[in-house]
């Protein structure tokens, strides 16, 4: 029979400390996600965005009037003719309520 040879084991401290340092580096991950999730959710504009193309082609087949003015959605939505242009120029621009988040767009519209 051969001898066996004894094989060296952590001590508990050093277990309790490798333990520790796991559970921080999960609670940094899971704070970094999160944090990206959330700015994810709050910068995302696609549900406005989506809305002003329909304004869009509603306003190219007359089924709206110049000025308009609309809330989706905690946004404030107005179209409205440029000013100092003689042209079919109408801005669209929507505005976030309680931020300062807004959406600008030019569209050139033949009458």
Do not use: C
Request: charged share 25%.
């Amino acid at each position: 029979m051969g001898v066996l040879n004894k094989i060296k084991s952590a001590t508990l401290v050093e277990t309790i400390v490798a333990t520790v340092l796991i559970l921080i580096l999960f609670v940094i991950s899971s704070l970094i996600i999160n944090n990206i999730f959330r700015n994810n959710f709050l910068s995302n504009t696609d549900d406005v965005e989506r809305r002003l193309i329909t304004l869009e082609y509603q306003l190219q087949n007359h089924q709206i009037d110049i000025p308009y003015n609309e809330t989706y959605e905690n946004w404030e939505i107005m179209l409205e003719r440029q000013a100092e242009s003689k042209d079919g120029v109408i801005l669209m621009n929507a505005h976030k309520k309680g931020t300062k988040k807004a959406i600008e767009k030019t569209v050139y519209f033949e009458e």
